[in-house]
Nanobody
Framework: QVQLVESGGRLVQAGGALRLSCAAS????????LGWFRQAPGKEREFVAG????????YSPDSVKGRFTISKDNDLNTVYLQMNSLKPEDTAVYYC?????????????????????????WGQGTQVTVSS
């Protein structure tokens, strides 16, 4: 069992920056891969970014590439999503998720790990609202 708790969501002006945090517990941090998803009003939940012990998932959507960066602190068992140059369309509930089924190789090269079904553990979500 992995427990995930997101934090850092808030109201921010367009063009601003925000860093979301996801604190993981319950199992060793190295035993699973982590992803960020978001769900905007009226939209499907979408993959934002992912990270394994040693690699970044390369399938982040073009809408966030160059603006969002995933990272982690192994000592703190925490994964981050740094969001820069925020736009109103970034407004969504952001979720942290973890999967323990992926090898590090397939996590990097398989698009399966951009889907909700690939992840077994989810946080409660944190609201990000970007005003114009």
């Amino acid at each position: 069992q992995v427990q995930l708790v997101e934090s850092g969501g808030r109201l921010v002006q367009a063009g601003g920056a925000l860093r979301l945090s996801c604190a993981a517990s319950g199992r060793p941090f190295s035993d699973y891969c982590l992803g960020w998803f978001r769900q905007a009003p009226g939209k499907e939940r979408e993959f934002v970014a992912g990270i394994s012990w040693s690699a970044i998932n390369p399938y982040s959507p073009d809408s966030v590439k160059g603006r969002f960066t995933i990272s982690k602190d192994n000592d703190l068992n925490t994964v981050y999503l740094q969001m820069n140059s925020l736009k109103p369309e970034d407004t969504a509930v952001y979720y942290c998720a973890a999967t323990d089924t992926a090898s590090r190789l397939y996590y990097k090269y398989s698009t399966y790990y951009t889907t909700e079904a690939a992840y077994q553990y989810w946080g409660q979500g944190t609201q990000v609202t970007v005003s114009s």
